[in-house]
């Protein structure tokens, strides 16, 4: 058996205990402010608890809790499997935190939407070896001697426990260090405190490629409204040949992503590679209910991210497409010598950073679209590197408000940029 981890044995329980441990995952720090998920979890829980059903179909979750249509296509549309494999996660994240001492275990198998309920029996040592070894710790089986030598107040022994601390000390912080590396650099703590310090879940939504590419080939955009619904999937079918009608749908169904938002998304993680609140979503697996709880980082312009289009209003510097793809970047309301539109060359491209209050105030949303490839990686780089944002602060002063975009021009050649400048910034602590 894994250590650090607790076995399980299947046990047979009443309905009333299995329910009771369902309402405490449900009302749980991972649970409480998802609220789709809650309503997944406790719609699988009724149908197999309550109702005795031994097999639940992804069609029927998809009309009953995500409101589809009886007759979706499960192919196309897999928000049922990518919400199920969320709460996997989000039940795993419980029982090894708060929920460490539950005497029973829930689980939703792979290939399964029914709730199974396991006895656990924990392991001796609730570490994994690799790190009590690391930190200068001996199996927990040493620990009795430890006491007793120090009960019998042996010099060599109390030298010998502090020696031990010392290194316990010294290795637990470099252990973490390597767990939350954004908190060991000062400007980097101070941009990125709201989305890993907080009581929210934090949601990096990536573009969807293919949604951009049916947008271009058929020359028009659709709004959230119709992405949300998908009944743009229908209204391609009046374009143009059968040939082209057949590609647009084959695009419809695909869930292309884009590889430099995949590398941002995995540098993100990598400043809080243990934070269980970081969650990651291609555009079409969000749901509408998170924009109104969670903190969000939106990756890409409208057209791959219609996400991105509740935040345009209340947006100064704006991603805008035309109908070949080609990217500009709208100033909506230039001052001084800015541009009122900055179009990017084949060795410059703009991005922008922007930071604003989610649709309820109660949580924080972070934008970063780029004209090309290149420039949402310059973006990126300019919110992960000390010496930008420490140099951004300071240019800000002490009474800095609270939210700001900013804009960047990127030298660059064909994939990499090479140099970033902030060329305007606006702030508002009104919003």
Known sequence: ???????TIEVATSEDERWALLERVADSAQLRRAFRLRELLFYLGRRSLKEGCDQIHEQEIGKEVFGRRESYDTGADNIVRASVSDLRKRLEAYFATEGIHELLRMEIPRGSYIPVFHAAVAEISQLPEPILANAGIGKIECLPLWVRMTFAGGLISVLALTAGLIAFWMNYRELYNRAYPWMTEPAIATFWSPFFKTNHDTDIVMGDTSFQLVQTISNRQFPLSDYINRTYVNQVKDFATPDLR??????????????????LTSKIQNLAPLNQRLRFFNAREYMPALTQQDNMI?????????????????SNFVATSDKNGFTTMLNRKPVGNEQPIYVPTDSVGYCVVAYQPNLTNSAKVLLIQGTSSEAVEAAGDFILSEEQLERFYQNQGKNKPEYFEVLLKTSQVRGTPLHIEVIATRFDSSL
Do not use: C, H, Y
């Not at 058996?1 to 076995?7: H, I, L």
């Not at 057949?246 to 590398?263: A, D, P």
């Open 1 to 7: 058996m894994e250590k650090g981890r607790q076995s």
């Open 298 to 314: 939106l990756l890409g312009s409208d057209i791959a991210n219609p996400w991105v289009s509740l935040f345009e209003e209340r």
């Open 246 to 263: 057949f590609v647009l749908s084959m695009m419809t169904t695909k869930n292309l992503g884009n590889s430099v938002e995949f590398r």
